[in-house]
């Protein structure tokens, strides 16, 4: 039995039937120039599927050498993946990678164990101010992975299955789709997609995955005669039967869910996991700096600084 914070034993029934099972408006935080936009985890949900962290990362236009600049941090229980509409950014981290993550690709870091990484945008050959706008997801692994090695793997846009058609454009960017599979390996069932509707197309939930939702990036939509705008997130009991229908400037979605959970997951800072042993012991392993024979090494090419715990 997975674990679902959805089901409820006292279903409603007839007119109390709502399709739409959370609404969740995402918190704002400004660093700086920079908007950060937060749906998950949220107070009523932790998760949709395995997706535990979901941000709205600008719109925003980033001056010449004076863009996003992540220092050093670390993870655990998770995978990341930032994926972008506009602009650049340079993944380093402790497996040597050196990358730089563009629009429409898939740069896929599994942290397992642990792993330390970078996001800076310290392009210097970028003279011009750079449009900078994306989505930064962490998917909570399944216990069995939680403590495999880490890895990181990229798949260019070209690689992504593509839909198109009835005004639709629909990339996977994770798992299981619309009959399609997105080719990076996945723990668990999940499904991640990237979707573009002009105005009056309607694009279904997909019935095959237990937990789904669904981010308004821009425009709007109506779902079961409700209109949601831009920047929520709508998340939908199993099962119903849901399709999403763009109002009239169009819109563009991220879909997301999969298989819930064998059980919640505990969260600090960059860390997950199934258990808080499993986060205090990260906790220390970080708070040691040692970074030649710990748990957690500097990405090489940037080990001159990194992020410390923080106090709490």
Known sequence: MSWNPALDPHCPIGDEVDAIETVIVPRARDLGGF????????????????????????????????????????????????????????????????????????????????????????????????????????????????????????????????????????????????????????????????????AGAAIPMLENHEDRGVYVVSGSVEIAGQSFEAGQMMVFRPGDKISAKAGPQGARLMLLGGATLEGPRYIWWNFVASSKDRIDAAKEAWRGEDWKHGRFQLPPGDDAEFIPLPPK
């Open 35 to 198: 908007e950060v936009r937060r749906a998950l985890p949220a107070p009523k949900r932790q998760m949709v599927g395995p997706f535990i962290f979901f941000d709205q990362m600008g719109p925003a236009e980033f001056l010449p050498t004076r863009g996003m600049d992540v220092r050093p941090h670390p993870h655990i229980g998770l995978a990341t993946i930032s994926y972008l509409y506009r602009g650049r950014m340079h993944h380093r981290d402790s497996l040597g990678t050196d990358a730089w993550i563009e629009p429409g690709a898939v740069n896929w870091m599994v942290a397992g164990h642990g792993i330390t990484h970078s996001e800076r945008t310290d392009d210097e050959t970028q003279t011009e101010p750079m449009p900078f706008f994306g989505i930064q997801t962490w998917v909570a692994l399944p216990k069995d992975h939680e403590d495999r090695p880490a890895m990181f793997e990229h798949a260019p846009k070209d690689t992504l299955p593509f839909l198109e058609g009835e005004g639709k454009e629909v990339r996977l960017i994770l798992g299981d789709a619309y009959g399609e599979s997105a080719p990076v390996e996945t723990a668990s069932e999940m499904f991640y997609a990237d979707a573009v509707l002009q």
